[in-house]
């Protein structure tokens, strides 16, 4: 009888194992990759974590301490600055995605090429767009020159000032120029995606165009909307470069802030820096989680719908 059973459990076992080992191995091919990956930045942000709470520092060991959380969330420039950050990110993020809603829908019946016109912008890197955004925008960019030979103004200076104005206008040009393609794909995915039963019926039982889209489309839109919309905010919330190119300077965003007192030459306010990235980083985090999350509850309720 053991003679039976122990070939029996041999089986068995090396059934389980070579399930566990297929289930396993993407993660398992990955886990090198993600190891080099896991020790560098979380070696980077543990040893950033010591730091801003006085261990570490370049003047010494240090000791325990949250002056520096103190010494940040205590001066008013962190809060101008969290505030513009705030301001730049919903506010482009809000216009992107209204205007990107839209030309989604004009673009849904479309053709490839004007498909791939509207998309031709996403490989361009951020730092061409700010070099267009200046030669055009700028008192002394092409529109300007072009209105200046006109007549239309007298100088360059009667030029409005779009670059590095307190609105930031041209920056939001620029993440509008930038960012509306990059919903616009997701959209476009998402709505060659549905069943076209859904408006048919609506418009059947008497639904008018806009009734059909707002009480059809719209909700069916909302969880790609939410999920681009989210991934927007929080690249808009921590680029460094376009505002610190493009951004006013009595009015700093939140990444340009951190990276000028990092860069300061008191080395007292490196903790204080540091406790500034961290707090960035923090707000980036949260921003995935909520993402995360909004994506987990919309594959659910999808799957749920599509059960019942």
């Known amino acids: ?32 990759a993600l190891s080099i990956i896991g020790v560098l930045f979380g070696g980077g942000l543990l040893l950033a974590l010591f730091q801003s709470l006085g261990f570490f520092t370049l003047l010494g060991p240090g000791e325990l301490s949250l002056e520096a959380y103190r010494a940040a969330y205590s001066n008013s420039e962190f809060w101008t600055s969290l505030l513009q950050s705030f301001y730049i990110a919903i506010v482009a993020t809000a216009l992107s995605t209204v205007l990107s809603v839209g030309l989604a829908m004009l673009l849904r019946s479309a053709n490839r090429w004007a498909t791939l ?17 200046l030669m055009l925008l700028a008192p002394s960019g092409l529109i300007a020159r072009v209105f200046l030979a006109l007549g239309w103004i007298q100088t360059d200076q009667d030029f409005p000032l779009l670059v590095n104005d307190g609105a930031s206008i041209g ?16 959209l476009l995915a998402v709505l060659r995606g549905l069943n076209p039963a859904y408006e048919q ?7 008018s165009p806009w009734q059909c889209f ?4 719209l909700p069916l839109l909302k969880p790609g909307i939410l999920s681009a919309s989210l991934i927007v905010f ?3 919330f921590s680029s460094f470069e376009v505002p610190f190119l493009l951004g006013a ?21 490196r903790p204080e820096a540091i406790a500034l990235g961290l707090t960035l980083s923090a707000i980036s985090i949260a921003v995935i989680a909520i993402y995360l999350w909004i994506t987990a509850n919309a594959r659910s309720q999808v799957s749920g719908k599509r059960n019942s």
């Not at 019926?201 to 639904?207: I, T, Y």
Request: glycine share 4%.
């Open 117 to 133: 016109a509207c998309q031709i912008t996403l490989p361009i890197p951020h730092l061409v767009g700010i070099a267009g955004i």
């Open 214 to 217: 707002w009480n059809v489309t």
């Open 249 to 269: 300077i009595q009015s700093r965003t939140l990444p340009v802030y951190v990276y000028r007192a990092f860069t300061d030459t008191d080395l007292t306010r």
């Open 234 to 236: 929080g690249f808009i």
């Open 171 to 186: 920056l939001l040009i620029h993440f509008l120029w930038k960012e509306i393609p990059f919903i616009t794909l997701i």
């Open 1 to 32: 009888m053991v003679q039976v059973v122990q070939p029996e459990l041999r089986r068995v076992r090396s059934r389980i194992w070579a399930e566990w080992m297929e289930r396993s191995r993407p993660y398992l091919l990955l886990l090198p």
């Open 201 to 207: 019926q609506a418009r059947a039982l008497g639904a």
